[in-house]
């Protein structure tokens, strides 16, 4: 009797309002969709990710992040996100604070089993800087803007930066944002390798899509346990990297790549 795989859950588009999504076999594009407020992560938004991740959580595919395109004809400029919604935050007080409301959900997305890519046009600011730093990978236009200036508004950058972003750029770069509100170009994240990859905003979803190609061409297995072991603390090495290597050293992957390199080679 031959037994048929149940096709793999998707999630209802239609169910999201902050957020625009696209979902592909290996792949989910969530584009943030709030263009009225420059895509202002609001309560709604920060929901909606939560939903993306558990979905992503339980069905691992590799996470594309996007914001609103460049609408040339209409004259709007693209934007990622101009940060968290100034008018529920300015609201906020201590027991919003300390329940991470943003911290948590940018935190879930950094924790995904499969690589993140942020795609970067236009402002990424604030929580939408932040959000950002949370991914794996980020290309960016040079019209990007990203930076930091929650000091200005009387708060810290407590959804990430503080910390992330010193391992990204470096202290030195690092407190210049964070202390000073230094807003980087396009162009200086690329210089000190925020970003990997500098593209017009025609092509930043192509470039975005080329990485999930390159990506998804791995052994999904591999590439799971490779971010897990990469992000695991450094007194957990060369213990985690032995058992992980060790669990792919029986995969069926491991056999079939290695015969199939062989077989090229062989056949040169």
Same mark, same amino acid.
């Given at each position: 009797m031959t037994s048929v795989t149940p096709p793999r859950p998707v999630l209802d588009p239609?169910?999201?309002t902050a957020l625009r999504l696209e979902e592909r076999q290996d792949r989910l594009l969530a584009r943030l969709d709030r263009?009225?407020?420059k895509n202002a992560i609001d309560q709604t938004m920060v929901d909606e990710?939560?939903? *993306?991740?558990?979905h992503l959580e339980r069905t691992p595919k590799i996470l594309v992040l996007a914001g609103t395109p460049a609408d040339p004809q209409r004259g709007?400029?693209? *934007?990622?996100?101009? &940060?968290?919604?100034i008018? +529920?935050?300015? /609201?906020?007080?201590?027991?919003?604070?300390?329940? &991470?409301?943003?911290?948590?959900?940018? /935190?879930?997305?950094?924790?995904l089993p499969m690589p993140v890519i942020a795609a970067l046009d236009g402002h990424a600011l604030g929580g939408g800087a932040e959000l950002a730093y949370a991914a794996d990978f980020r290309l960016g236009t040079p019209q990007l803007r990203m930076g930091n200036p929650e000091t200005g508004l009387g708060i810290?950058?407590?959804?990430?930066?503080m910390w992330r972003l010193a391992e990204l750029v470096g202290e030195p770069t690092a407190k210049e944002i964070l202390?000073? &509100?230094r807003i980087l170009t396009g162009e200086d994240c690329l210089r000190i390798g925020l970003i990997t990859e500098l593209v017009e905003p025609a092509e930043l979803l192509?470039?975005?899509?080329?990485?999930?190609?390159?990506?998804?061409?791995?052994?999904?297995?591999? *590439?799971?346990?490779?971010?897990?072991?990469?992000?695991?603390?450094? /007194?957990?090495?060369?213990?985690?990297?032995?058992?992980?290597?060790?669990?792919?050293?029986?995969?069926?992957?491991?056999?079939?790549?290695? +015969?199939?390199?062989?077989?090229?080679?062989?056949a040169r």
């Open positions: 239609a169910a999201f263009p009225a407020v990710l939560h939903a *993306v991740c558990a709007t400029k693209g *934007v990622f996100a101009s &940060g968290a919604d008018s +529920q935050l300015r /609201e906020r007080r201590r027991d919003d604070a300390l329940a &991470g409301i943003n911290s948590s959900a940018f /935190e879930r997305i950094a924790s810290i950058a407590a959804a990430g930066a202390l000073a &509100g192509p470039a975005a899509d080329a990485l999930a190609d390159r990506i998804a061409a791995q052994d999904p297995l591999a *590439v799971r346990l490779s971010k897990q072991v990469f992000h695991a603390p450094r /007194e957990a090495h060369p213990m985690i990297d032995t058992l992980a290597q060790g669990m792919l050293f029986d995969s069926d992957a491991k056999f079939d790549r290695m +015969q199939a390199f062989l077989d090229r080679k062989q």
